[in-house]
Nanobody, 119 residues
Framework: QVQLVESGGGLVQPGGSLRLSCAASGSAFRINVMGWYRQAPGKQRELVAR???????HYADPAKGRFTISRDNAKNTVYLQMNSLKPEDTAVYYCASAPSIVTLDSGSWGQGTQVTVSS
């Protein structure tokens, strides 16, 4: 079992920045890969970025060049630094973890944190 607790969401103006954090507790094996997903109203959940324990990263196209995913293995925490935010980034952001990349979609999930980009 893994427990994931997100924090750092909120309201920000277009062009602004936010940093999301996700603290994990539980099985170390089940947090080999950690990632961030988001779900906007009326849309399907989508991957934003993921990172392996070794630091390999992958970004979805909307996140490339604006978002940075990182992790602190000693703290079992993953971060998502979001810069140059746009209204279309508005969504509930979820942290996820799994033993491997291919199982991330069906792994453990946090409760989500709301990010709203609006003037």
């Amino acid at each position: 079992q893994v427990q994931l607790v997100e924090s750092g969401g909120g309201l920000v103006q277009p062009g602004g920045s936010l940093r999301l954090s996700c603290a994990a507790s539980g099985s170390a094996f089940r947090i080999n890969v950690m990632g961030w997903y988001r779900q906007a109203p009326g849309k399907q959940r989508e991957l934003v970025a993921r990172i392996t324990r070794g630091g390999s990263t992958h970004y979805a196209d909307p996140a490339k060049g604006r978002f940075t995913i990182s992790r602190d293995n000693a703290k079992n925490t993953v971060y998502l630094q979001m810069n140059s935010l746009k209204p279309e980034d508005t969504a509930v952001y979820y942290c996820a973890s799994a033993p491997s990349i291919v199982t991330l979609d069906s792994g453990s999930w946090g409760q989500g944190t709301q990010v709203t980009v609006s003037s």
